[in-house]
């Protein structure tokens, strides 16, 4: 199927299969919920996220950004940002706690990415944020 200039292809074990996955595309373009690929990863993504707050947010905001978002990037940076999932960013948060990575580091890297993703849907660089359906990693303040 064509959309744009560009070619979309979807492939299935059978001809029924191929039929129900080009019905979806053809729905997804109807309602504007079709994104092509764009080849960004999430590790140049949230680079550039960080570009484009870097004039709203203190020095010492975007190196805590940076070395938080860090953790998360030394396992996923090469993940195109089109096939993330709620199930890759699970077990991405799930090596973290199991990596001994402090609870509030990973409990504020699930919030920076995903204010960061928030900011991809915005701009209809996503379709939906995956972190919406990733559960929040717990960390409890000590006082």
């Known amino acids: 199927m064509r959309v744009g200039d560009k070619k979309v292809y979807r492939y299935a074990t059978s001809e029924d299969e191929v039929l129900g996955k080009l019905k ?4 997804s373009e109807i309602t504007g919920t079709l994104r092509l690929p764009s080849g960004l990863r999430l590790s140049d993504w949230v680079e550039q996220w960080l570009a484009l707050r870097e004039s709203t ?4 905001t975007v190196r805590t950004y940076h070395e938080t978002l860090r953790y998360v990037l030394d396992l996923a940076r090469d993940q ?3 096939k993330l999932t709620p199930l890759t960013l699970t077990k991405v948060f799930a090596q973290l706690q199991s990596k001994n990575v402090g609870a509030c580091r990973v409990y504020l890297a ?3 990415l995903k204010t960061s993703l928030k900011y991809a849907v915005e701009l209809d660089i996503l379709v939906s944020n995956p972190t919406d359906r990733v559960k929040k990693p717990k960390w409890q303040p000590t006082e």
Do not use: C, I, K, N
């Open 24 to 27: 979806e595309l053809h729905a």
């Open 57 to 60: 947010l203190r020095p010492s």
């Open 80 to 82: 195109r940002l089109d």
């Open 110 to 112: 699930h919030g920076y």
